[in-house]
Each structure stands twice: as C-alpha cells, then as structure tokens.
Nanobody
C-alpha cells in the first residue's frame, strides 16, 4: 500500500499564500503522474491540478488557473502546490494523489493511491 504524506496546510487570510507538499515515492512505485484534489465542507471531492512526470505537462481546474501552480522536484520525490491569492472558497481538505497509468487527469478514479489530506482554511 503506497502512502502519500501531505504537509503545509493551515489558516491564512484571503489574499495570502500557502505551499502544500506531498512526499511521493515515485521511483519506487512507477508513478506516472500526481495530482491535487480538494474537498470543501459538505461537498464532493474536486480536481485541482495534475502533473505528468515525463512530459511535465500540467492541468488545472478553471477555478485555480493563474493562482495555483503544481510542480515536482527533479528527483521526483515531492510534488508541490503553490497557492497564491487565496480566497475563502478555497477552504477545503486538500489531497495528494498518484497514478501509474495514463487516463483522465480530472477523474478521481484515475488515481491509485492517496494521502490523508491536509486542511486549508482561508478567512475573509
């Protein structure tokens, strides 16, 4: 069972920034791509961003384009989510996910393993 570990969540005022990190055992498990999802209070889990390790191609939800950036280190052991210009509606539990296969990056079913989540709260 692959376990991802997120960190970097917390409480921030609107307009502020946070950077989330996810320890990803990419080499050990043949990970093809990583992503961030989030689950706002009382809502379904939703896609935030995705990065393909090989091509380094990225995808973003429309709601975060221009504000969030997903990246990975060259050793392919950590994936980051830099979040700027945070808004109260960004409040959610943020989850890191990984997949060994090429499939729909926006679909939770694409991902083979997940982290436990880290809380991000944005106050107005």
């Amino acid at each position: 069972q692959v376990q991802l570990v997120e960190s970097g969540g917390g409480l921030v005022q609107a307009g502020g920034s946070l950077r989330l990190s996810c320890e990803a055992p990419v080499r050990a498990y043949g990970t093809y791509a990583m992503a961030w999802f989030r689950q706002p209070p009382g809502k379904e889990r939703e896609f935030v961003a995705h990065i393909n390790w090989g091509a380094r191609s990225t995808y973003y939800a429309d709601s975060v384009k221009g504000r969030f950036t997903i990246s990975g280190d060259n050793a392919k052991t950590t994936v980051y989510l830099q979040m700027n210009s945070l808004r109260p509606d960004d409040t959610a539990v943020y989850y890191c996910a990984g997949t060994r296969k090429y499939s729909d990056p926006y679909d939770t079913r694409t991902y083979d393993y997940w982290g436990q989540g880290t809380q991000v709260t944005v106050s107005s």
